[in-house]
């Protein structure tokens, strides 16, 4: 059959239209191929190139596992240990690392023989939780959102038994056999928290330090400027004072055990005289809690309540305005009182108050 040659060059035209638009799809197809490789190969790990928080670097110098993640855990509890061990052999510092086994240390040591834990108590870092934590795994309640408020700090009712009720054999035995943990803070901010739940907040309104121990503490600390005291209630500078002073023993001795929420980490749980199984930081508690309850092989029994965002975390503006006024004599007087608190659990020399 005869096609006319002006038909069979339009025929031969659209041919190759339609084979270069078939090669154009193929092309999209590989560029599109192509480009989801790249992406699979070279995207940048969540996390990375976002500072110090990804690498998991804290203040106190450790590394922390990353968020989410416990496996690393270990590895940052051995770093502490190990600085732990070295400050306490430091014999230059025994006066402010070591303290003896007395009936006020025993009290602080929380029991829970079920599950063979030991829990000294640090007021302001988070205490209240762990409390709850205990009067669960003691059978007292079946969870931590049933336990009122109320009972949390009434030792009569929380049934949470001190290591100082039991025998000295007793004593010996766990001590040396249960696990063994506590929880810590930058030193100074922990003062700072007594002193706003204490003196400024009460929200358990426990009147005696107002009216017995702040008072107390004014007439012998506070500055006089013509003959009046000045503010009334007890300023952070009042308190600073008391707490630097040597010869505050007097003074702690009238107010008994209420000075649990200001001394010193050594002074409640003796760290270089029982060899704990765990130390906790609030400012990796997020971490630090769960790995603590695993450790201790109770995880899949109980949780540690949850943690508003940002609260465990250091807060240095907060410190710096509390600490503006204070003579730096006063704040040395000070560290030199915390310091074995400072070294012995890597928290940093606050240089920006000191010098």
């Known amino acids: 059959m005869y096609v006319p040659h002006g038909r069979r060059l339009i025929s031969q035209t ?13 092309v999209l197809l590989i560029l599109m191929f192509a480009s989801k490789f790249i992406n699979l190969n070279f995207r940048v790990p969540e996390g990375e190139g976002s500072g110090a928080e990804s690498t998991g670097v804290l203040r106190d110098g450790s590394v922390g596992p990353p968020s989410g993640q416990h496996a690393d855990w270990s590895s940052v509890e051995r770093r502490r240990q190990e600085l732990l061990q070295s400050v306490c052999q430091n014999s230059s510092m025994r006066n402010l690392t070591h303290t003896p086994l007395s009936k006020f240390v025993l009290d602080r040591i929380f029991v829970c023989d079920k599950h063979k834990i030991l829990f000294c108590q640090t007021p302001k870092v988070g205490n ?8 669960v795994l003691n059978g007292a309640f079946p969870s931590v959102a049933e336990i009122p408020e109320s009972i949390v700090h009434d030792h009569e009712k929380n049934g949470l038994p001190r290591l100082s009720s039991l025998t000295e054999k007793e004593i010996t035995e766990r001590l040396s056999t249960y696990f063994k943990f506590f929880i810590v803070r930058d030193p100074f901010e922990r003062l700072i928290s007594a ?5 400024l907040q009460n929200p358990r309104f426990e009147p005696w330090y107002k009216h017995n121990i702040a008072p107390a503490i004014i007439r012998k600390y506070r500055k006089v400027h013509g003959g009046s005291t000045g503010a009334p209630g007890l300023r952070f500078e009042d308190f600073v004072r008391y707490l630097g002073d040597p010869g505050r023993w007097r003074l702690d001795r009238q107010f008994g055990d ?51 965002p940002g ?15 204070i003579s730096k004599r006063d704040i040395r007087r000070l560290y030199a009182r915390f310091q074995g608190d400072f070294l012995l659990f890597g928290y940093e020399r606050p240089d920006f108050l000191l010098d």
Not at 14 to 26: I, S, V
Not at 128 to 135: D, E, L, P, R
């Open 14 to 26: 659209m041919r190759q239209h339609w084979l270069l638009l078939g090669a154009c799809g193929w």
């Open 311 to 325: 609260i465990t975390r250091y807060n240095r503006t907060k410190v710096e305005q509390y600490f503006t006024g």
């Open 128 to 135: 209240t939780q762990w409390k709850k934590v205990f009067i």
């Open 195 to 199: 002193f706003k739940d204490k003196f």
């Open 258 to 308: 209420h000075v649990i929420h200001w001394v010193t980490y050594v002074e409640l749980c003796a760290p270089c005289d029982i060899a704990y199984s765990a130390i906790g930081h609030h400012e990796t508690l997020e971490h630090d809690a769960p790995s603590i309850l695993q450790a201790a092989g109770i995880d899949q029994r109980i949780s540690y309540p949850d943690i508003p």
